[in-house]
């Protein structure tokens, strides 16, 4: 099975998904992560270009440690990431690269514009993308089933899943580790937190509500998906 995560930013599938795809990979299946925005305002000191560049290594490390392929970033700067038909376009042809059964991204009422823009670009181009006319560089694919995941520690946000991450939480905290531009500079200030002290919780606080050490939350897209047995992982 072939699953997609769409995130906003460089480090979002650390903090958000990390554990869940890690046990997908464990699992047999293939985890594939595309990016929108470069992370070029996640520095306090470096010019825009030079912490972009440190961010994509960042990423491409992260995935290494996962054991996902990394399609690569869509060049949007941070914080001008919008829904129209641009965004849509590029998702469309990014599904249809990644050729997903199951698609992952941000819930639409998430703390970051950039990650609400995001979701409701995936979730449009999870529909255009299986149709013929809409037009990029690849054929038609249609993927049966998208997730929204968790908000940012989980604010206003309800869950219909929760994934077990307990064999897979220390995998997440090495690829979250590997964003050593944001876990050891910029975000510490930036949440008023560790980022490692802060996932630590989050995710205690979600394995908390269904009995287990850590885990994940999701939420299912309810709208014009195939509602098959294609689900989250056990």
Not at 205 to 229: N, P
Request: charged residues 25%; contains cysteine.
């Amino acid at each position: 099975m072939n699953i997609l995560w769409v995130g906003a930013h460089p480090d979002d599938m650390e903090f958000f998904v990390a554990g869940t795809l890690g046990k997908y990979i464990r699992q047999g299946h293939k985890v594939s992560i595309c990016v929108a925005a470069r992370g070029d305002k996640g520095s306090h000191t470096l010019s825009p270009n030079e912490i972009a560049k440190i961010r994509e290594e960042e990423t491409v490390e992260g995935a290494k440690l996962l054991g996902a392929e990394f399609l690569g970033i869509l060049g949007y700067p941070d914080c001008e990431v919008y829904f129209d038909r641009d965004l849509v376009g590029k998702m469309v042809d990014v599904i249809r690269k990644a050729k997903p059964n199951v698609i992952i991204t941000h819930y639409d009422k998430d703390y970051m514009p950039d990650h609400n823009a995001v979701s409701q670009a995936t979730v449009a181009a999870a529909f255009h993308a299986g149709l013929t006319n809409f037009e990029t560089q690849r054929p038609p694919h249609k993927p049966a089933k998208v997730y929204y995941s968790d908000t940012l520690y989980g604010l206003d946000f309800d869950p219909d899943f929760w994934v077990d991450i307990t064999d897979t939480f220390e995998l997440k905290m090495r690829a979250l580790r590997a964003h050593k531009s944001q876990v050891e500079d910029f975000m510490p200030g930036h949440f008023l937190a560790s980022p490692e002290e802060a996932a630590q919780i989050w995710s205690r606080f979600r394995g908390l509500q269904v009995g287990v050490k850590y885990a994940e939350a999701f939420k299912l897209v309810k709208r014009h998906m195939r509602l098959t047995s294609i689900n989250l992982p056990e």
